[in-house]
Nanobody, 133 residues
Framework: QLQLVESGGGLVQPGGSLRLSCAAS????????LGWFRQVPGKEREGVSC??????????NYADSVKGRFTISRVNAKNTAYLEMISLKPEDTAVYYC????????????????????????WGQGIQVTVSS
């Protein structure tokens, strides 16, 4: 059974940093495209960042709102993905989800996958990130 579990969220002051983790079980994360998404109540889900499988070159994508501040990575030996977040802003406050898809990049682009999120079939339970003074 595919399972994703997020951790590392919490309350941080503006300008601070957090690192979110996404531990996978039941499958090899390296073979999937992995994405981080966030959602605020009453707003649409936003694709924050995605990284393709190693076989597809570990291509990354970032939303314009987080470029230069967030970094997605994956440690295959731990079957875990990360989202390093620096210079956090109050508008980064949201529930963050990690998700995985097997859809191959030859049929789409990493940006299209990440912008939509609809092809991601496995999702974590979500974790709250609050940026506030």
């Amino acid at each position: 059974q595919l399972q994703l579990v997020e951790s590392g969220g919490g309350l941080v002051q503006p300008g601070g940093s957090l690192r979110l983790s996404c531990a996978a079980s039941g499958f090899t994360l390296d073979s999937y495209t992995l994405g981080w998404f966030r959602q605020v109540p009453g707003k649409e889900r936003e694709g924050v960042s995605c990284i393709s499988s190693s076989g597809s070159g570990s291509v990354t994508n970032y939303a314009d709102s987080v470029k230069g501040r967030f970094t997605i990575s994956r440690v295959n030996a731990k079957n875990t993905a990360y989202l390093e977040m620096i210079s956090l802003k109050p508008e980064d406050t949201a529930v963050y989800y990690c998700a995985a898809t097997k859809r191959p990049l030859r049929t789409t682009t990493i940006q299209a996958l990440c912008d939509s999120g609809d092809d991601f079939g496995s999702w974590g339970q979500g974790i709250q990130v609050t940026v506030s003074s």
